[in-house]
C-alpha cells in the first residue's frame, strides 16, 4: 500500500519557475506519477517539452480545482511561507516542501498552521518521497531501488540514498521512502513518519536514519516507548565522528556537550529497542536478520 503517496495519487507542482521544478515533473511523469498541474505563470513554461498540464497561479486555488493529494513546494525560501499557507488553507491532505533556506520563523508559523489544520507537512529541506512503482513526490529515484517492505525515514536524502542502494543490493525493497529534512523547524517529524509506517500493511521492517543535532531521535525513541508497534526498526545515526559544537551540513546537525549527541541518541533508541546499525553497510543484514525472526 505505501504511505503518503500512492498510483492514485495526485500531485500538483508548486514554483515551475524553478528549472529544477520542471526537471523533476517531467522525471515524475516518467515515474507514472499523476502530476494534476502546475502553478506558476504562462511564460514559466514557454518552450517546456512537456505533456501539457493544467497551469495555475493561485496556489489555492490550483489545489482544489486539481484535486491533489499532494502539492510539491519548489518555491524561493521567501515566497515559501505564502504558497505553503495557502496550500493549508486549501487543506492540501500533505504538503512536501523541497525548498532550503525558509526563515526559521516562517517555518516556526508553518508548523503550527498544519498542525492545526490537519495537514501533513513535510519539510522545509526535504527531499521528498518515494513509492517505487508507484509515485515520486521528490528527488528520489527508482533507478537505486525497489518495490519490498521496507519502510524508510531520514533526515538526510543523501544518506537515504545511500542505504537504498545498500538494500537494493542486498535484494531488498523500498515501501515508501520520506525525508522530513534536516532543519532544526520542520513540519513532521520521525514520530510522524513511524507512525504512518506501523499502520501500512505492506511495511514490514522500518530503516530510521538519523543525525547528530537536536532531539528528534530521542522524542521518535520516547513515542517508541509509549507506542511500541510489532515490526522491527533498524536505526543509523550519522555523526559518530563528529566534536561537540561542530556543524554538519544541516542546519539542525550540531551537537553540544550532553544534548543532540551521537552516544545520547544511540542510547535512547537502543533502550527503545530500535537496533543499531554502526555503519550503512550493516543496515541491510540487520534489517534481514529481523525480518527472519518476524
Not at 84 to 100: G, K, M, Y
Not at 117 to 141: E, M
Not at 229 to 234: E, G, L, Y
Request: glycine share 12%; charged share 15%.
Amino acid at each position: 500500500m505505501a504511505i503518503l503517496a500512492g498510483r492514485h495519487s495526485k500531485v500538483l507542482v508548486c514554483g515551475i519557475a524553478n528549472p529544477l521544478a520542471r526537471f523533476q515533473c517531467e522525471e515524475m511523469l516518467r515515474h507514472g506519477t499523476q502530476v494534476s498541474g502546475v502553478v506558476g505563470l504562462e511564460s514559466d513554461v514557454a518552450g517546456w517539452v512537456s505533456p501539457p498540464l493544467p497551469i495555475f497561479i493561485d496556489p489555492a486555488v490550483a489545489a482544489e480545482a486539481s484535486g491533489a493529494d499532494l502539492a510539491m513546494v519548489f518555491t524561493p525560501p521567501l515566497e515559501v511561507k505564502a504558497v505553503v499557507s495557502a496550500l493549508i488553507a486549501a487543506r492540501t491532505p500533505v504538503v512536501v516542501c523541497l525548498t532550503e533556506h525558509v526563515p526559521v520563523h516562517d517555518a516556526v508559523v508553518l508548523r503550527h498552521l498544519a498542525k492545526r489544520a490537519g495537514t501533513l507537512l513535510i519539510g522545509p529541506n526535504s527531499s521528498g518521497l518515494l513509492s517505487p512503482g508507484r509515485a515520486k513526490a521528490g528527488f528520489f529515484v527508482e533507478d537505486i531501488c525497489q518495490p519490498g517492505p521496507v519502510g524508510l525515514v531520514a533526515k538526510s536524502g543523501s544518506l537515504a540514498y545511500a542505504v537504498m542502494s545498500e538494500l537494493k543490493s542486498a535484494g531488498l525493497g523500498i515501501s515508501t521512502v520520506v525525508s522530513i529534512g534536516g532543519d532544526a523547524v520542520k513540519g513532521a517529524d520521525f514520530r510522524d513518519i513511524l507512525a504512518l509506517f506501523a499502520a501500512d500493511p505492506e511495511t514490514r521492517a522500518i530503516v530510521m536514519l538519523g543525525e547528530i543535532g537536536g532531539n528528534d531521535e530521542e522524542n521518535a525513541a520516547g513515542w517508541l516507548h509509549e507506542h511500541p508497534i510489532a515490526k522491527p526498526v533498524v536505526g543509523f545515526i550519522a555523526g559518530r565522528s563528529v566534536p561537540p559544537g561542530q556543524a554538519m551540513g544541516h542546519a539542525g546537525a550540531i551537537a553540544q556537550r550532553g544534548r543532540g549527541d551521537y552516544a545520547a541518541k544511540c542510547s535512547a533508541l537502543a533502550t527503545a529497542g530500535v537496533v543499531l546499525a554502526r555503519n550503512i553497510g550493516a543496515v541491510p543484514r540487520l534489517v534481514a536478520m529481523n525480518l527472519a525472526v518476524g
